[in-house]
C-alpha cells in the first residue's frame, strides 16, 4: 500500500485507500503479518489522525477478534516510534 508508505499522502489519501481495502476485504487474502503492517504503517503516518487509526484498528478487530490485542500492540508500536522522530 503504497499511499501509507509516501509521506505525500493526505488523511483524505489515507481513508480513501482504507475506505476501498475494507470493501475489497473479502476478495483479498490479507494475513495477520499483513494487517499488523497496515496499522503500524498507519499509526506511523505523519498525517493520519487519532480517530482514522482507531476505526481501522477496530474495523480489523471486527473481522479477526481472536487478534485484537496483536493488533492493539501494532498501534502502539507505530504511534511509539511516530514519538520518536
Not at 19 to 38: H, V
Not at 54 to 64: R, V, Y
Amino acid at each position: 500500500m503504497m499511499v501509507l508508505d509516501s509521506s505525500a499522502s493526505t488523511l483524505e489519501d489515507l481513508q480513501e485507500v482504507l475506505d476501498k481495502l475494507f470493501t475489497e476485504y473479502d476478495k483479498l487474502e490479507i494475513n495477520k503479518l499483513q494487517i499488523k503492517n497496515i496499522l503500524i504503517a498507519l499509526s506511523l503516518h505523519k498525517n493520519a489522525q487519532k480517530d482514522i487509526i482507531i476505526e481501522t484498528q477496530k474495523k480489523f478487530e471486527e473481522k479477526l477478534p481472536e487478534f485484537a490485542m496483536e493488533f492493539e500492540r501494532s498501534v502502539k508500536k507505530g504511534l511509539d516510534a511516530r514519538g520518536r522522530r
